[in-house]
């Protein structure tokens, strides 16, 4: 009952991640571009295709034991665990993914050297099926060319340990031994799935009031 009304709130506050589906000429090319990176030095995806890349990421989510980790820097061999807050605000040094492919795109294109402020971010769900998404910065990180392109890496799952089952979960994984991309794409801001509906909030205001006006100020107030 708890997991349901949670579930319901979720709904009203945020916004829920898509469910894509996929054809079999899809599954097709998803599955030859991924082993063509795979094979290749620089572990690179080309992507050459149409469809958009949040759709070919989730078909690898929901198919492949990997994980995806997005960042600015496009040429890294090997993360290493680093001292990191997690969702809960609990000190750990690991490295950080998610099963999230939206969620990493937003870490791959959100430009860290304008961060001036604090920003809000994540990927919540309350039965580990239906995943909740929102985004929010401050205004002086709006104003200070927040976006730009960026990479995500996708890591093999083996040493990573999932979120924990809580009434809220975030998207959130951990491995505390270092971990080596097995591939790795490319994106830009228009890949982003929720570009649209990034808000603004005071730096000084409370996370739960971020959360309570999120989906209002995605449709009425956008900074750009």
Same mark, same amino acid.
């Given at each position: 009952?708890r997991?349901?009304?949670?579930?319901?709130?979720?709904?009203?506050?945020?916004?829920?991640?898509?469910?894509?589906?996929?054809?079999?000429?899809?599954?097709?090319?998803?599955?030859?571009?991924?082993?063509?990176?795979? @094979?290749?030095?620089?572990?690179?995806?080309?992507?050459?295709?149409?469809?958009p %890349? #949040?759709?070919?990421? @989730? #078909?690898?989510?929901? *198919?492949?034991?990997i994980?995806?980790?997005?960042?600015?820097? %496009?040429?890294?061999?090997?993360?290493?665990p680093?001292? @990191?807050?997690? !969702?809960?605000?609990?000190?750990? %040094?690991?490295?950080?993914?998610?099963?999230?492919?939206?969620?990493?795109?937003?870490?791959?294109?959100?430009?860290?050297?304008?961060?001036?402020?604090?920003?809000?971010?994540?990927?919540?769900?309350?039965?580990?099926? @239906?995943? #909740?998404?929102? #985004?929010?910065? *401050?205004?002086?990180?709006?104003?200070?060319?927040?976006?730009?392109?960026?990479?995500?890496?996708?890591?093999p799952?083996?040493?990573?340990?999932?979120?924990?089952?809580?009434?809220?979960?975030?998207?959130?994984?951990?491995?505390?031994?270092?971990?080596?991309p097995?591939?790795?794409?490319?994106?830009?801001?228009?890949?982003?799935?929720?570009?649209?509906?990034?808000t603004?909030?005071?730096?000084?205001? *409370?996370?739960?009031?971020?959360?309570? !006006?999120? %989906?209002?100020?995605?449709? !009425?107030?956008?900074?750009?």
């Amino acid at each position: 009952m708890r997991s349901f009304l949670s579930n319901i709130l979720l709904r009203i506050l945020f916004y829920p991640a898509p469910r894509p589906i996929f054809n079999k000429e899809e599954e097709k090319i998803f599955n030859e571009i991924f082993k063509e990176a795979r @094979q290749k030095p620089d572990k690179l995806i080309d992507y050459n295709v149409s469809i958009p %890349k #949040y759709k070919f990421l @989730q #078909y690898l989510s929901d *198919t492949k034991p990997i994980l995806f980790h997005g960042s600015n820097h %496009k040429e890294i061999n090997s993360f290493e665990p680093r001292e @990191q807050t997690l !969702f809960n605000g609990v000190m750990t %040094k690991a490295v950080f993914a998610t099963k999230d492919p939206i969620w990493s795109n937003f870490f791959a294109i959100l430009r860290k050297g304008s961060v001036v402020d604090n920003f809000r971010n994540g990927a919540i769900s309350a039965n580990d099926k @239906q995943w #909740y998404h929102y #985004y929010s910065l *401050t205004k002086a990180n709006f104003l200070n060319e927040p976006w730009t392109n960026g990479v995500i890496y996708i890591l093999p799952m083996d040493s990573f340990i999932p979120p924990s089952k809580g009434t809220i979960q975030f998207n959130e994984w951990i491995s505390k031994e270092p971990v080596s991309p097995i591939a790795k794409l490319e994106v830009m801001p228009s890949d982003f799935y929720f570009i649209d509906n990034v808000t603004c909030h005071k730096s000084t205001e *409370t996370v739960s009031k971020t959360w309570l !006006f999120y %989906k209002i100020r995605s449709k !009425f107030k956008k900074f750009k």
